[in-house]
């Protein structure tokens, strides 16, 4: 049986097992993180190819479940990755726990050594020679002193290198502790992603009855509503003014953008589904025949980041009175002079006022808004050209978006770029 004893440190519980058993156990958790990595991976392929068939009632519905899955794998690794990282912390308080009694020990061994120095040293060095019976005894005593000396430089050194070790061991605990409070956030997201899966399911097996042709009739007054909206949002943004200062936003092409999700689980540009401004799609999909971003098809609950330092400026959800826009979106401003909008997610974790760095987590991908399937929406403003607005405010107009007053992020033509254009090459 294993002899398990629980330690209180800092404001966690650990449980002493052997370093030994921990590295093992670590090890497993590792192996079982690959093993979803892998799977996931599966997920998003077959999620990519579904998202790229016909719209149809029953590939909605095959996109819902293989995304459901996908959740349910995210959701797995996610738990892994906590207990791994719960017995990392435990490790490094054992670690520390045997600094901080090695320490002690030798502070211990110090104190000795330093009391009977100072027993020695009452004595002047002639005082010394006059106690002896011959030199060769009074030279004995000066090389016990000449050892004493070295022992203390040595206890000092293993002191010295005991406490940098100690420091780092500390360091390395906070920084665990940081990245456990992180998964937990992302636990979190990830099991309100699979709520709105769910939720998504069973809102369109109700909506359309199973049928085919009610989902097409169903996609068809979506289409009628979105373009009702982008011609209301057209008119509002036309009586917008702004005059663009170049100084004021970056170089094209200078990479002043990060990719806005994990590019080493994506080929950013295998997954545009649809390009910014007019091309032969926008004019197919959009009334304007325009399009103010750049469209990535990823999966449903995929991490959604920052694309530069900055601070988020509002976050909102146009879902309501069946608004069909950006759905749960979240605009952050940067550092540099441009503004990110990201768009259709399932789930925000970021808030108004929070600094970001470039890689943030801010919130995760979805569906929401209008979206003919899971994508992440990207538009990219002139900071100072862009502002959050009730689009009631505005006389005219019959959309729900603008009848509700739903708020949005809203600009004059110039403040629009390419994402493409600040993204990296």
Not at 209 to 222: A, F, R, V
Not at 272 to 299: C, E, M, V, W
Request: hydrophobic share 35%.
């Amino acid at each position: 049986m294993l002899l398990v004893t629980t330690l209180f440190f800092g404001d966690i519980f650990v449980s002493a097992q052997s370093a030994t058993e921990l590295r093992q156990q670590i090890d497993d958790y590792n192996k079982r993180i690959e093993k979803l990595d892998a799977e996931i991976k599966l997920y998003e392929q077959e999620l990519l190819k579904i998202g790229s068939d016909k719209q149809t009632l029953q590939n909605a519905i095959n996109e819902l479940n293989v995304a459901r899955q996908k959740l349910s794998a995210d959701i797995s690794k996610t738990e892994n990755q906590i207990t791994k990282t719960n017995l990392t912390i435990e490790q490094l308080a054992g670690e520390i726990i045997d600094k901080e009694n090695r320490i002690g020990k030798n502070k211990e061994a110090l104190a000795l050594t330093l009391k009977e120095l100072s027993k020695r040293d009452d004595s002047s060095i002639i005082e010394m020679l006059l106690n002896q019976n011959n030199i060769a005894d009074f030279w004995g005593r000066i090389s016990e002193l000449e050892s004493l000396n070295e022992s203390i430089q040595e206890s000092v050194q293993n002191l010295e290198g005991l406490k940098f070790t100690l420091q780092q061991r500390v360091a390395e605990n906070e920084e665990q502790k940081k990245e456990l409070e992180r998964f937990k956030t992302n636990l979190a997201n990830q099991k309100q992603a699979a709520d709105a899966n769910k939720e998504e399911k069973a809102g369109l097996l109700t909506e359309t009855q199973s049928k085919e042709s009610n989902y097409q009739d169903i996609l068809e007054q979506k289409r009628i509503a979105r373009e009702q909206f982008e011609s209301d949002l057209r008119d509002i943004e036309s009586q917008l003014q702004f005059i663009l200062d170049p100084d004021s936003v970056p170089q094209k092409g200078s990479g002043a953008l990060g990719w806005p999700f994990n590019s080493s689980s994506f080929n950013p540009l295998s997954i545009i589904t649809q390009q910014f401004g007019k091309t032969a799609d926008s004019g197919r999909l959009y009334a304007s025949g325009t399009h103010n971003g750049t469209d990535f098809g990823i999966p449903t609950g995929s991490e959604i980041r920052s694309a530069a330092n900055g601070t988020v400026r509002e976050v909102g959800n146009t879902d309501v009175g069946r608004c069909l826009s950006y759905g749960k979106w979240i605009l952050v401003d940067h550092d540099n002079g441009l503004s990110t909008l990201y768009a259709h997610l399932s789930s925000i974790s970021s808030k108004p006022g929070q600094a970001v760095s470039r890689g943030t987590v801010i919130g995760y991908s979805g569906n929401t808004g209008y979206s003919t399937g899971p994508h992440l929406h990207l538009t990219v403003f002139a900071r100072e050209g862009v502002q959050v607005m009730g689009l009631g405010e505005f006389k005219g107009g019959s959309s729900p978006c603008v009848l509700q007053n739903v708020r949005i992020p809203v600009a004059a033509p110039q403040a629009y770029f390419d994402p493409m254009s600040y993204l990296p090459n």
